[in-house]
């Protein structure tokens, strides 16, 4: 971050300075154990962990100061005490951008999406940081704690700041678009993903729509063209617009895709007409829509194609547990695809593993709970099972009460001589797994996080002897 005193953070959050006016010439940090010389602290209030805990631990590691809800007075540390202190994050990340803004040439790109964003940040973190000091969140750092980490990272040599915005409900992208106020504003897609908590997909797109209207004229909003919901989002905004797709009307666009074990390939359409062939080591035709979302932000930037590309290709995977592939020695594939899962994720998943078993090699799937569905759980998790049969995938093996319909939806297909098995457990399930693989297997694991399949996914990377 840059260099401030606690009393000009105190201005900017509308708080109240106890102690001595310290610089803060460190990071912002919510979790004491990251705290390091010159780091401010927020003292963040939670049910199981209280952050007013650890002023103590904080202080120690050389934390010069705390924003607090309740001062105390028995640890020797400024404090900064406010009514609300995620809300006083956001206020100091807002703040902070603002004076960047002013003193340099920074970009920042906002990106939201039921599917694709910790990817497509990935992406445009490898591609940005070529051409100037680029931040980007870590992990899926996306909400109203961790957008603002993410932008209070950034200082005076910042070029490039990409802030993934997660939806929360209604208003939590406005807010986050507010904080972080995008120069170019992508949505990658609307899909079942929160449906349940959001209460229907027309709400979902209501939320992600949100960037779409905090963008000024001057901006510029970049849509997945082949999503009907998203393209409808350009009557919401002023500000330029420019897509990427599988359509020849999309001004930057995919196609004649070759996928294989070894990544994924395309050609790829310019607007003024050029094509160019692209390669990337990431498995599946849906990380191409996130690759072309992040050439659609290069064409904005006026970046040099190649090199796009190049940085494009160089990459060796989107994320940990995101399609991520392991060549045993042994000659079995393991896809750990286990982070994050809705129906589209899982349906585009499926359709990797076919693919790659019309090669002649096995197939199997290892499938999971796909959390937060809500009323469209049991629907959904049905279909999925059907479409492992309809896809000719060789084996199934779901895991988890909460998925157990996959298995149901597999089994009531009829059409399918293959097999599914199911068990409650992944320690069940682990022993089975290894059993039944042979060389040449594809074996993909994939559920939501909370179904902790993508432990199970990394066990299989041992080869048995």
């Not at 807002?94 to 694709?116: D, P, Y």
């Not at 895991?399 to 939806?409: P, S, V, W």
């Amino acid at each position: 971050m840059i260099k401030l005193k606690l009393s000009e953070i105190s201005e900017f959050v509308g708080g109240a300075l106890s102690g001595s006016d310290e610089l803060v010439f460190g990071s912002v940090e919510t979790d004491s154990r990251l705290v390091s010389s010159g780091s401010l602290f927020v003292a963040k209030p939670g049910e199981v962990t209280d952050g007013h805990n650890f002023l103590d631990s904080a202080k120690v590691l050389g934390a010069v100061g705390a924003i607090v809800e309740r001062f105390n007075e028995n640890v020797d540390l400024p404090q900064i005490v406010v009514e609300d202190s995620v809300a006083a994050l956001g206020k100091l990340a807002k703040e902070v951008l603002a004076k960047v803004r002013e003193a340099g040439n920074l970009k920042v790109i906002g990106i939201t999406g039921s599917n694709g964003k910790t990817s497509t940040k990935n992406m445009l973190r490898a591609v940005l940081q070529q051409f100037g000091e680029t931040i980007a969140p870590i992990e899926s750092y996306n909400n109203e704690v961790g957008a603002p980490i993410s932008v209070l990272k950034i200082d005076e040599q910042t070029r490039f700041l990409v802030a993934e915005l997660g939806a929360g409900g209604v208003g939590s992208i406005a807010y986050l678009s507010d904080i972080t106020d995008p120069d170019i504003g992508v949505v990658l897609k609307v899909g079942l993903a929160h449906a349940g908590e959001f209460g229907g997909i027309e709400t979902t797109a209501k939320i992600k729509s949100e960037l779409v209207r905090s963008l000024k004229a001057e901006d510029t909003f970049i849509y997945n063209f082949d999503d009907g919901l998203v393209s409808e989002m350009t009557s919401l905004t002023e500000a330029k617009a420019s897509s990427f797709g599988t359509s020849n009307k999309a001004n930057i666009y995919f196609d004649n895709v070759d996928l294989s074990i070894d990544g994924t390939a395309a050609d790829i359409h310019y607007p003024d007409g050029e094509t160019a062939r692209i390669t990337l080591h990431i498995l599946g035709e849906h990380q191409l829509m996130n690759a072309t979302a992040t050439m659609a932000v290069a064409e904005v930037l006026n970046l040099p194609r190649a090199q796009v590309r190049q940085a494009l290709e160089h990459l060796p995977l989107a994320e940990r547990w995101r399609m991520q592939l392991t060549n045993r020695v042994d000659g079995i594939s393991i896809i750990n695809d286990a982070y994050n899962a809705s129906p589209d994720s899982m349906k585009a998943a499926l359709q990797t593993l076919a693919h790659l078993g019309k090669a002649g090699r096995r197939t199997i799937a290892v499938l999971g709970e796909m959390a937060e569905l809500g009323e469209y759980s049991r629907e959904a998790h049905d279909q999925i099972g059907r479409l492992v049969v309809r896809y000719n995938i060789d084996h199934l093996v779901v895991i988890g009460q909460g998925a157990k319909l996959i298995h149901m939806g597999a089994m009531f297909e009829g059409s399918w001589d293959g097999e599914s098995i199911y068990f409650d457990s992944s320690s069940e399930a682990l022993d089975y797994i290894r059993g039944m693989l042979i060389s040449g297997d594809i074996v993909l694991v994939k559920s939501s996080k909370s179904a902790n399949l993508r432990h199970l996914g990394d066990d299989l990377l041992e080869v048995q002897s």
